[in-house]
Each structure stands twice: as C-alpha cells, then as structure tokens.
C-alpha cells in the first residue's frame, strides 16, 4: 500500500518561478526522501531528510519536514524546464513506500 | 555515490513464457533488496522484500508464485515474471540497502517489461 500523498498531482509553471510541493504521511517515520522521475525512467535520489531534522537544502531544493503534522515539502527554486518531472516523496523505515507523485512541467 | 543495475533495460516477451529481471548493486552489499512495479503515471507500488539467504516478503495482494524472487547473494536479486500475461506489462524498479547506511536505499534504473 502506499504511504503517503503528494499535492498538488499536477503543477505547470514557467521558467523561473518556484515550484512547491507537498507531501504528507501517515504514519511513524525514520527519515523522508524525495525522488524525480522522468518520463519513462528511473527514480533519480534529490534529498534525504532525517526524522530529527527539520529543514534542508541541496541546490535550488529546498525540504522542510513536520513530523508533528506529517508533512513534507520540496521547494526547487528558479525552476528550468529540465525540471520537468514526476516528483515523488518516500518513507524510509523497514521499507520504502511512495506517494503518488506530483507531475511538474515547467514552460520554457 | 552507491549504483544500483537492472538488466534487462527493456525486455518484450510473448504470453505464457517467464522473464528474469536482474538487479545488482554494484560498488555495495545489500542484505535486503525491494521490487516495485509502476503502471503509466501512477506512482511505485512495493511487491516484495527480498532478503538475501531467506524468503521474500510479499505484499499483500502479489502472487508470490507468479512473481518469483531470489537474492543468492549480497549483489544480486532476480525477479521472475512466470506466465506473463499482458497486464503484467509494467516498469519493474529494484532497490537495494546499503549494509553501511542502514536507511538508505537505492534504485536502480527500472526494467520496462511488455507481454505481448
């Protein structure tokens, strides 16, 4: 079964705004990860984010993490449109369950 | 950064024939392994665990004689679609854990599987 849920499942912005999406869960966590996906490929890792953590950043991302509330968000700034992408959030614990996954198309 | 392979890439087979998917990891040992399929634009849904030495854990719902997984060693886990059948065609997506970094996990490319 799946563990958590992205919103929105789909945003379409230009070039050079900021892109921001949730992703919340459901239960216990040891850490949160978030992975893109292109169309028709593999998961690519962007950011790993540990139950005691709070915040991170990796480039032009930007993760928060509220385990009180059971979210995440990722925030990718000035955006390209080779940021297009699937955008999913994943539990780490035992195993790894996804969320559904926000489809991002940035435009040019 | 730790890879993780999958071989084949893409795979095309006939109905009622069985299909190895292959994932290794390749510069680390994985004691435990996952097998995710993904239908078009929907998210990866976890099948099984698989763990080196012993039986996989399948979810609930997956057909463990249908889908059958063995992790001989610490590098390498097999997936074998049995029977295919159409709706079996998806995009298979290992993952394997590092033995060193007990909560991380990483994925290989996917294999993109179509029954015919």
């Known amino acids: 079964s799946q563990q958590g849920e992205e919103d929105p499942q789909a945003l379409s912005i230009q070039e050079g705004e900021n892109a921001t999406m949730n992703c919340s869960y459901k239960t216990s966590i040891n850490n949160l990860q978030w992975y893109r996906q292109n169309s028709g490929r593999g998961l690519v890792h962007l950011i790993l984010i540990r139950s005691n953590e709070r915040e991170k950043h990796s480039g032009r991302l930007r993760v928060t993490l509220d385990t009180s509330k059971k979210s995440s968000s990722l925030l990718i700034t000035a955006s390209r449109a080779a940021d297009t992408a699937s955008y999913f959030c994943a539990t780490g614990g035992n195993d790894m369950r996804f969320g559904a996954g926000t489809r991002l198309t940035v435009k040019p | 950064g730790a890879v993780v392979s999958q071989h084949p890439s893409r795979v095309i087979c006939k109905s009622g024939t069985s299909v190895k998917i292959e994932c290794r990891s390749l510069?680390?040992?994985?004691?435990?392994m996952f097998w995710y399929r993904q239908f078009p634009k929907q998210s990866l849904m976890l099948m099984a665990t698989?763990?080196?030495?012993?039986?996989?854990?399948?979810e609930q719902g997956v057909e463990k004689d249908k889908f059958l997984i063995n992790h001989a060693s610490l590098t390498l886990s097999t997936l074998t679609v049995t029977s295919a059948h159409p709706e079996d065609s998806s995009f298979y997506i290992c993952?394997?854990?590092?033995?060193?970094?007990?909560?991380?996990?990483?994925f290989g490319p996917g294999t993109r599987l179509t029954v015919t």
């Open positions: 698989s763990n080196e030495g012993s039986k996989a854990t399948y």
């Open positions: 510069d680390f040992q994985a004691t435990t």
């Open positions: 993952s394997a854990r590092d033995l060193g970094h007990h909560y991380e996990q990483y």
